[in-house]
């Protein structure tokens, strides 16, 4: 077992211009897990992301094709993409991806990151 | 550093930090005893903590078989394919496909993180540090930081104390607000009628206490504290003064403790319902083994429900 979440996070930091990648309890806003650059903004992020996140589930409520799937911030620099997912127990997990927005493309970024979430709680 | 005792410390985990600290800095492997309310056992394995014992915090045993996510026919038969074997749960879980070694290393670092907050959320005393084999079923390899799971401790703390209100204890019982029916009311856990409290609503009954409803949902405790600050402060439930305690509640504080032993002021013996509570064994309840399951849900020191 080990690092096995450490290395999925490492494959999805390999993608260019990725900077910063984590894995965020979304019932405590704890970072679980984080690769890359360091950033000591991150564990405030990563609770206000979590708030959002139970913010938004509450507004959008059970309508069938109303779930959370992600959460998109643009900044001057960069790109946050945070992806829900939805394993149990607890409320699932957001996978944090913060990219080089002089290198990525919001659309390319959020295929990229979909079809790597399902290794990281694999 | 094969033992060593840290004495009380005027800091917010008592000494703790510094135990934690020096252990690390020793690549400590074995057990340091926390002695305080609720207390408990860290592991440790070269300096890095791997598992954490502590009644007020669910392990991550009870995490997976109260949420649902491992049901308990599987966890049996993993448990008994992993002991034959001489194995490890965490390998046997992930080998049979019942949870994912990502999802699973996740767990164990949050429920290491609970744990460590329910250690900082009471008193510490004392701590003491002694080399031994220690052998828990769900520890995580390699360790999680110490000086991380401390920080995370401090900032949940922090979270809590910006809730407007006394502060929230885990031996606290909680009420139900008296409120008037409206429609949507009955809807399911994380929507509407209660902002996504409907789940932990229902289990609310006036006896259960803040720590009782973490582990009868398999949620952390600070979770369930971060629910219940949330619902005080809506008006949903209701919590006792400060103060307001039953006899016998695990509170933390050693002068509260003391006014419940010996005679009562009358210099009557005290009612049985009115001591302490005594040291209960975790093994049988009446001479008759539990199923392993059965025995992993129940906590693993005093304060039970």
Same mark, same amino acid.
Do not use: C
């Given at each position: 077992m080990g690092t096995s979440l450490q290395e999925a996070l490492h494959q999805i930091l390999a993608a260019e211009g990725v900077r910063t990648v984590a894995l965020i309890d979304i019932a405590s806003g704890m970072v679980v897990r984080s690769v890359g650059e360091p950033n000591p903004?991150?564990?405030?992020?990563?609770?206000?992301?979590?708030?959002?996140?139970?913010? %938004?589930?509450?507004?959008?409520?059970?309508?069938?094709?109303?779930?959370?799937?992600?959460?998109?911030?643009?900044?001057?620099?960069?790109?946050?993409?945070?992806?829900?997912?939805?394993?149990?127990?607890?409320?699932?997990?957001?996978?944090?991806?913060?990219?080089?927005?002089?290198? %990525?493309?919001? =659309?390319? =970024?959020?295929?990229?990151?979909?079809?790597? %979430?399902?290794?990281?709680?694999? | 550093m094969s033992a060593r005792s840290w004495g009380p410390a005027d800091e917010p985990l008592g000494p703790l930090d510094q135990a934690l600290r020096d252990c690390a800095a020793a690549r400590f492997s074995g057990a340091l005893h926390v002695i305080g309310a609720p207390g408990g056992m860290i592991c440790l394995a070269q300096g890095a903590v791997t598992a954490i014992e502590t009644p007020w915090s669910p392990s991550p045993e009870v995490i997976l078989l109260?949420?649902?996510?491992?049901? *308990?026919?599987?966890?049996? @038969?993993? +448990?008994?394919?992993?002991?034959?074997?001489?194995?490890? !749960?965490?390998?046997?879980?992930?080998?049979r496909g019942l949870v994912g070694a990502g999802e699973l290393e996740a767990v164990l670092r949050t429920a290491l993180a609970d744990a460590m907050f329910a250690l900082a959320a009471g008193f510490v005393d004392t701590c003491r540090a002694e080399e031994a084999a220690l052998d828990f079923e769900m520890r995580l390899e390699p360790g999680a930081e110490a000086d991380w799971l401390v920080a995370e401790a401090l900032r949940r703390m922090r979270v809590l104390a910006d809730f407007p209100g006394p502060p929230l204890h885990a031996r606290a019982r909680v009420t139900a607000a008296p409120r008037p029916a409206r429609p949507g009311d009955a809807g399911h856990d994380g929507h509407a009628?209660?902002?996504?409290?409907?789940?932990?609503?229902?289990?609310?009954?006036?006896?259960?206490?803040?720590?009782?409803?973490? +582990? @009868?949902?398999?949620?952390?405790?600070?979770?369930? !504290?971060?629910?219940?600050?949330?619902?005080?402060?809506?008006?949903?439930?209701?919590?006792?003064?400060?103060?307001?305690?039953?006899?016998?509640?695990?509170?933390?504080?050693?002068?509260?403790?003391?006014?419940?032993?010996?005679?009562?002021?009358?210099?009557?013996?005290?009612?049985?319902?009115?001591? *302490?509570?005594?040291?209960?064994?975790t093994g049988d309840a009446d001479g008759r083994p539990f199923p392993a399951v059965l025995r992993l849900l129940r906590p693993r020191a005093d304060g039970g429900p």
């Open positions: 903004g991150l564990a405030t992020a990563a609770a206000t992301l979590a708030d959002e996140a139970r913010a %938004a589930r509450n507004l959008l409520g059970p309508r069938p094709g109303g779930e959370l799937e992600e959460i998109a911030a643009v900044t001057g620099s960069g790109l946050q993409l945070s992806k829900v997912l939805l394993d149990k127990p607890g409320e699932g997990f957001l996978l944090f991806v913060d990219w080089d927005r002089a290198r %990525a493309n919001i =659309a390319l =970024a959020s295929l990229r990151v979909g079809q790597l %979430a399902s290794a990281v709680l694999a | 109260r949420s649902g996510r491992v049901p *308990p026919a599987d966890w049996e @038969a993993a +448990f008994t394919a992993a002991t034959g074997a001489r194995g490890r !749960m965490t390998d046997e879980l992930v080998t009628g209660h902002d996504g409290h409907a789940g932990v609503l229902a289990l609310i009954d006036g006896r259960r206490t803040i720590r009782d409803l973490a +582990f @009868a949902r398999g949620r952390g405790l600070y979770v369930t !504290m971060l629910e219940v600050a949330r619902m005080r402060a809506t008006g949903l439930i209701a919590l006792p003064a400060p103060g307001g305690q039953r006899p016998g509640d695990e509170d933390g504080s050693p002068r509260r403790k003391a006014a419940t032993a010996g005679p009562t002021a009358a210099g009557l013996p005290r009612r049985h319902k009115d001591r *302490p509570a005594q040291p209960k064994r």
